[in-house]
C-alpha cells in the first residue's frame, strides 16, 4: 500500500526538518520552503494528500497560498 504524501510548506529550514523527521517513517514527505514551490508541487501529477502550511512567510503568505490552491 502506498503511503500518504504530505507537503510541509514552511520559510524556516529547521522547521522543515523537524517536521520531516517526525512525519518521514509513516508517510512520504515533500517541502517547499515558499508558496510558489510549494504551488508547483500541489499541482503536480501527484498532489499531495495534505499541505502543512506556514502562514507567516515572506513574499507570499499561506493565507496566499491557499487562496491559489
Known amino acids: ?8 510548506v514552511d520559510d524556516t529550514p529547521d ?5 520531516s523527521g517526525l512525519l518521514k517513517e509513516d508517510y512520504q514527505v515533500k517541502v ?3 508558496g510558489e514551490r ?3 508541487i ?3 501529477e501527484k498532489p499531495p ?3 502543512l502550511l506556514d502562514v ?3 513574499e507570499m503568505d499561506g ?4 487562496r491559489r490552491l
Request: charged share 15%; aromatic share 4%.
Open 56 to 58: 507567516m512567510m515572506p
Open 63 to 66: 493565507y496566499e497560498v491557499c
Open 42 to 44: 500541489a499541482h503536480s
Open 15 to 19: 522547521n522543515l526538518l523537524l517536521m
Open 38 to 40: 510549494a504551488l508547483r
Open 1 to 8: 500500500m502506498e503511503r500518504a504524501t504530505i507537503l510541509v
Open 32 to 34: 517547499a520552503n515558499g
Open 49 to 51: 494528500d495534505l499541505i
